[in-house]
């Protein structure tokens, strides 16, 4: 149980285009989702909290109208990087709450601008 | 900032015990400490968590210091797919996000 299904696993766009990344919670509600974005070789980064019917919170630092987080429902939360440029590219990861201590995380998404 | 220390890289032989620390000198009260594990190319891996006594699971053990203030992840006999980052985080509970340090990255050898 409390399986996170992240889409695409990864994607090739161009430089200026828009990307959507979803992360589904399979079989549990997650009123809260988070997004997390790891450079090669570093950690993961928390990038902003998503919360299920309001808007996100973002870290400072991370650019709210670039990187457009929904959440309209309690099993979808998406990340859209809007126009993306070669520095934007990066592995991507959702999480969400799987009970009371700890989250489970999505299989990641591979994001490469050219 | 992560609120644990972990070593950078720690290395074993397949099918030995691994011991991986962690120290959280700050730790609060009601602050949980997790373990999850990321192989290459994946998202993070639950592995175990706990509060203040040792735990048991099919994957490790977790034991944890009296003072609260550090833990070891215990792999009771690593094998070649034990190999990845772990790291070592704590939270206060559902709705506290993570936040990851550098974890460690653990190489076990044939």
């Known amino acids: 149980g409390a399986v996170v299904s992240q889409h695409p696993s990864r994607v090739i766009c161009k430089s200026g285009t828009s990307v959507k990344i979803e992360c589904r919670s399979l079989?549990?509600?997650?009123?809260?989702m988070f997004w997390y974005r790891q450079f090669p070789k570093q950690s993961l980064m928390l990038m902003a909290t998503s919360n299920e019917g309001s808007k996100a919170t973002y870290e400072q630092g991370v650019e709210k109208d670039k990187f457009l987080i929904n959440h309209a429902s309690l099993t979808l939360s998406t990340l859209t990087v809007t126009s993306a440029h070669p520095e934007d590219s990066s592995f991507y990861i959702c999480?969400?709450?799987?009970?009371?201590?700890?989250?489970?995380f999505g299989s990641g998404t591979r994001l490469t601008v050219v | 900032d992560a609120k644990t220390t972990q070593p950078n890289s720690m290395e074993s032989n397949e099918e030995e015990p691994v011991h991986l620390p962690c120290n959280h000198s700050t730790i609060s009260g009601t602050d949980y400490i997790h373990w999850y594990r990321q192989l290459p190319s994946q998202g993070p891996e639950y592995v175990i968590h706990?509060?203040?006594s040792n735990v048991n699971n099919r994957m490790a053990s977790l034991a944890i210091a009296e003072d609260r203030k550090s833990s070891t992840l215990i792999l009771h006999r690593a094998t070649l797919r034990d190999a990845a980052v772990y790291y070592c985080?704590?939270?206060?509970?559902?709705?506290?996000?993570?936040?990851f340090g550098k974890g460690t990255r653990l190489l076990v050898k044939p």
């Open positions: 985080i704590l939270s206060e509970g559902q709705g506290f996000s993570f936040i």
């Open positions: 999480s969400a709450s799987r009970g009371p201590y700890g989250y489970t």
């Open positions: 079989d549990f509600q997650a009123t809260t």
């Open positions: 706990g509060l203040t």
